[in-house]
């Protein structure tokens, strides 16, 4: 395992979707108040450890879980549907609900949760999408696994009250490159982290 450039990679990568945390709940400091304490980052219903066999965990036996869609395709309809619902649940002002397109340890995907929840409990809602995927395109699977690449501009939104009023702005976040690396569960595709860089100029 390469410990010293994937380690400060990973932090740095990390440390971008930390800042779009911060920029976009306008927390500031705080941000352990996003996480169930105590908690597996995060604890959802129907997440499993990986390893498993259990229903939803991702298979053990080398081969395609049965009766799922393993192609290209349907890893590149999971990347959308995470980010998708991310948007939806920000502007419903709700929790997202993860738990169909990523798997319990993703840990930037909890990131993104605990945006929403912040939101919901500031009583807030996004005025419009603020994830928006361009370019995606799965890579040739390996086992198990494959990974998808996107393009990813985090656009400026505004936050609304529960009357509609304007009550502060989400500024944007230069535009990045992602790889979103994917396990094959029982279920179908589901992402174990999401990886991040500043695009090419």
């Known amino acids: 395992m390469r410990a010293g450039n994937g380690s400060s990679r990973y932090a740095a990568r990390l440390g971008v979707v930390i800042a779009m945390l911060v920029i976009l709940t306008g927390a500031g400091c705080g941000g352990d108040q996003h996480e169930p304490s105590g908690a597996a980052i995060p604890a959802r219903p129907g997440s499993q450890?990986?390893?498993?066999?259990?229903?939803?965990g991702p298979s053990v036996s080398g081969s395609a879980p049965g009766s799922?869609?393993?192609t290209p395709a349907a890893a590149t309809r999971t990347v959308e549907g995470y980010f998708h619902e991310i948007n939806e649940a920000a502007r419903a002002g709700r929790v997202a609900v993860i738990a169909p397109t990523a798997?319990?340890?993703c840990q930037p995907c909890a990131l993104d949760v605990?945006?929403?929840r912040s939101l919901q409990q500031r009583g807030l809602r996004a005025d419009g999408p603020a994830y928006?995927?361009?370019d995606v395109l799965a890579r040739p699977r390996a086992g198990l696994v494959t990974e998808v690449d996107f393009t990813v501009r985090t656009r400026a939104v505004g936050l609304l009250d529960p009357a509609g009023r304007r009550v502060s702005d989400?500024?944007?976040v230069p535009t990045r490159v992602g790889t979103a690396e994917l396990s094959l569960t029982d279920h179908g595709w589901r992402i174990q982290t999401l990886r991040y860089a500043p695009a090419q100029a």
């Open 103 to 105: 798997l319990g340890g």
């Open 114 to 116: 605990g945006v929403t």
């Open 49 to 56: 450890n990986r390893g498993t066999a259990v229903s939803g």
């Open 68 to 70: 799922v869609d393993d």
């Open 132 to 134: 928006q995927l361009s």
């Open 170 to 172: 989400a500024p944007a």
